[in-house]
């Protein structure tokens, strides 16, 4: 079956290390979207990309960056880990159905910065 | 712009009694609307959605909700919660035409008392 998937599903890091958390997925999907899961603010929006080699800043893109050099994976680089980063982090990939875009989301990565 | 207004973040009902959460949205253009599901330590999963047509939409495990352009709601209902629905649950818009990013709301948790 095609699925999205995430890894690693939980991280620790220390301060100023630089992290990649991948994200996996075999639907052949062009969009792929990174989200951030805090309470209170739901999710939100780091980094999208509707096709390979193209990338756009979501609402909350500052510290974060991502690369898209195939269609299946879609990479989220912390460049240097804040604790104001520790969060749940959610990829969705998104396909066309009847007219609408419908995302698929992949199980989360919980990230800790000490 | 478009955003979602979830009223309540936390909802606790008897099981067996009526599950109603709350949902108002705001755009400029006729929205898609969406509920997801979330459980513990899991992804979201579409629950239901409203795109077009008929403005009262079913999903899975019972749950439904009815498109108010009048009142700008999306409210999700069930009519007797059971345990297993205990959950966090994030409504969500989109435009049409097309648009493919989605806006979440910041998400109800369900408590299902015995």
């Known amino acids: 079956d095609a699925e999205i998937t995430q890894s690693p599903r939980h991280k620790i890091t220390e301060t100023g290390r630089q992290v990649t958390l991948a994200c996996h997925q075999t639907w052949n999907h062009n969009n792929m979207f990174w989200y951030r899961q805090d309470l209170g603010h739901g999710l939100r929006l780091i980094h999208y990309?509707?096709?390979?080699?193209?990338?756009n800043k979501g609402e909350v893109s500052d510290g974060y960056s991502v690369s898209r050099s195939n269609t299946e994976d879609l990479p989220l680089t912390l460049e240097s880990a804040a604790s104001s980063q520790t969060s749940v982090y959610f990829c969705a990939s998104s396909a066309r159905i009847a007219g609408h875009y419908e995302q698929y989301f992949g199980p989360g990565t919980r990230l800790t910065v000490t | 712009a478009q955003s979602v207004t979830q009223l309540g973040s936390h909802v606790s009902v008897s099981e067996g009694a009526l599950v109603l959460l709350r949902c108002n949205y705001s755009s400029s253009v006729p929205p898609y609307l969406f509920w997801y599901v979330q459980y513990p330590n899991q992804g979201l999963q579409l629950l239901l959605k409203?795109?077009?047509?008929?403005?009262l939409v079913k999903g899975i495990n019972g749950f439904e909700a009815e498109f108010k352009k009048s009142e700008t709601s999306f409210h999700l209902t069930k009519p007797s919660a059971h345990m297993s629905d205990a959950a966090e649950y994030f409504c969500?818009?989109?435009?049409?035409?097309?648009?493919?990013?989605?806006?979440f709301g910041t998400g109800t948790k369900l408590q299902v008392i015995p």
């Open positions: 969500a818009v989109s435009r049409s035409g097309g648009y493919q990013k989605v806006t």
């Open positions: 990309s509707y096709g390979v080699q193209d990338t």
């Open positions: 409203y795109t077009t047509g008929a403005t």
